[in-house]
């Protein structure tokens, strides 16, 4: 094993054992950083050797190469994060990524479906076992703005119907408690309450979303159902997870809720990334006043 797989190696433990970052996060850096391994062996350096115009042309290179904005900022990120771990644990001296700017990031506002839109998505006449699944799911999708990854993770000794909460692992394996609605509290009691048992069958799980097999449903199976749902409920839009939670957000904060507690339920370690909802809010309150106010011809500042 060379010394630069070594020192890899040895920081994917520290992201993984003292950061907890998630796997998929993991990999992100791991693959930048052997894309820099490459890119530095072809300068005739190394990650112990290099300076901070190496990195720079290195994330020049990225660009030349179409790489987009957000993709060089994470690797911006990955660069700072390694440099930082070497100088801290005495393999350098210093930190060659000291210096380096983030490209600036035209964020996309979430798409976000109306309450209206929402109301319509969260019912159904028929009564099928999985028609009574997807009406759970997506009402605990709606009432708890999980992620995808976690709600099919959840178990069922995760509910607390009788108290109102769903408990669940999100990035990080930090555990957080996020509170039920009461539609989505009966929609899960009419759920365990015999179609769950029938897609079980014979089988044991304690996985809470089973599919028609009974096994635990994958995040692709969770976007194949919303797909084929919004096709049965006439939405031209495609939808898909995230725009629940999205929805989940931006509707607490159209009737009053705080930043901070929104942030807590959605499991953001930090809080400017719960400020994108607070963007989208304040645009759909212009739009509303451009529509409707008799004086809102002119162009409002954003």
């Not at 890899?8 to 796997?23: I, P, Q, W």
């Not at 607490?252 to 807590?264: C, I, K």
Request: net charge positive.
């Amino acid at each position: 094993m060379t010394s630069e797989e070594t020192l890899l190696k040895r920081y994917m433990t520290y992201l993984h054992v003292e950061r907890g970052l998630s796997e998929n996060t993991r990999q992100a850096y791991e693959r930048d950083l052997r894309q820099l391994i490459i890119y530095l062996k072809q300068r005739g350096t190394d990650v112990s050797r290099c300076e901070g115009n190496d990195l720079f042309l290195f994330l020049l290179k990225l660009k030349e190469n179409g790489k987009a904005p957000r993709t060089i900022a994470r690797c911006n990120a990955t660069l700072r994060g390694f440099f930082a771990f070497l100088l801290d644990e005495g393999l350098r001296n210093d930190n060659p990524s000291t210096y380096l700017v983030t490209p600036k990031l035209n964020q996309p506002l979430p798409k976000v479906l109306s309450e209206g839109t929402m109301d319509k998505l969260l019912q159904s006449e028929e009564e099928t076992v999985l028609t009574l699944r997807n009406l759970a799911m997506l009402e605990v999708i709606y009432s708890s703005g999980l992620r995808v990854s976690e709600l099919i993770s959840l178990r069922v000794s995760d509910v607390s119907l009788d108290v109102g909460y769903v408990r669940c692992v999100g990035k990080g394996s930090k555990e957080r408690i996020v509170p039920l609605g009461e539609p989505a509290i009966r929609n899960l009691e009419r759920y365990l309450d015999g179609p769950r048992a029938h897609l079980c069958g014979k089988q044991t799980s304690d996985i809470l979303f089973l599919n028609s097999h009974g096994r635990p449903l994958t995040r692709q199976g969770v976007v194949h159902i919303l797909n084929k749902w919004g096709k049965e409920h006439h939405l031209e839009q495609r939808i898909s997870p995230h725009m629940f939670r999205h929805s989940f957000a931006t509707h607490l904060l159209d009737h009053g809720a705080d930043l901070r507690s929104v942030q807590e339920m959605l499991g953001h370690a930090d809080i400017a990334t719960t400020q994108i909802y607070t963007h989208l809010t304040r645009k759909r309150l212009l739009d509303v006043f451009q529509k409707a106010h008799p004086r809102a011809d002119h162009k409002i500042r954003e």
